[in-house]
């Protein structure tokens, strides 16, 4: 987990923060797309829509993989006494589990039914449907955590204006040696 964790840490530094609310994107995107085509493939009889709504569906849990891993990674920096941001953070973790669960159980559906020549049943379609509801509610957690609370984000742009005022002071630091008139200050400074 390592490489993995020093990644997820190189790629905050770069960004400012967590990059998890930026790789949500995906799956929550695939799967939307997904339920748009379920519902277009029930209006028309295309069968095209339910092959879209298969492969976006499955693009989705390929993004999902990378979702869990940072969120992961960004759960393990909220301390379990820090209320109510710990607490919101387990109910989106685990709310995002069930998604997936049904996102894949209406996957291997639809790869059945596909396999064997059928279009996609309405369990596949029901089951889809429900993670994609549910993703919204989790999504809007995941949202008042960083929004509300600053998870994920204020950790980092402490460090980052650490960092700035350090250097900074470097700087000043060193224009006082290069200045070669004495300080007006009234009271020498004590080291």
Same mark, same amino acid.
């Given at each position: ?56 569906? &499955?693009?989705? #849990?390929?993004? !999902?993989? %990378? /979702? ?7 759960? @393990? ?46 369990? &596949?379609?029901? #089951?889809?449907? !429900?993670? %994609? /509801? ?7 957690? @995941? ?49």
């Amino acid at each position: 987990m390592d490489p993995i964790t020093k990644a997820i840490d190189k790629t905050e530094e770069i960004l400012g923060h967590s990059p998890h609310p930026a790789i949500v994107a995906v799956p929550l995107g695939a799967w939307t797309v997904s339920n748009i085509c379920d519902g277009l493939g029930l209006l028309t009889g295309n069968e095209t829509f339910d092959d879209v709504a298969r492969v976006s569906m &499955a693009i989705g #849990l390929v993004g !999902a993989a %990378g /979702a869990v891993v940072t969120g992961l990674h960004d759960y @393990g920096y909220i301390p379990t006494d820090r209320q109510p941001s710990h607490e919101i953070a387990t109910t989106h973790g685990l709310g995002n589990a069930v998604v997936c669960s049904l996102f894949v159980t209406s996957y291997v559906l639809r790869t059945r039914d596909h396999a064997a020549g059928r279009r996609t049943d309405a369990t &596949a379609r029901l #089951l889809a449907l !429900a993670g %994609g /509801a549910l993703s919204l509610y989790t999504a809007w957690l @995941g949202g008042k955590l960083v929004e509300e609370y600053g998870e994920a984000v204020k950790p980092i742009i402490a460090r980052q204006k650490a960092e700035h005022d350090h250097h900074e002071d470097d700087a000043r630091r060193g224009r006082e040696r290069l200045n070669p008139t004495p300080s007006l200050d009234p009271e020498p400074k004590q080291s």
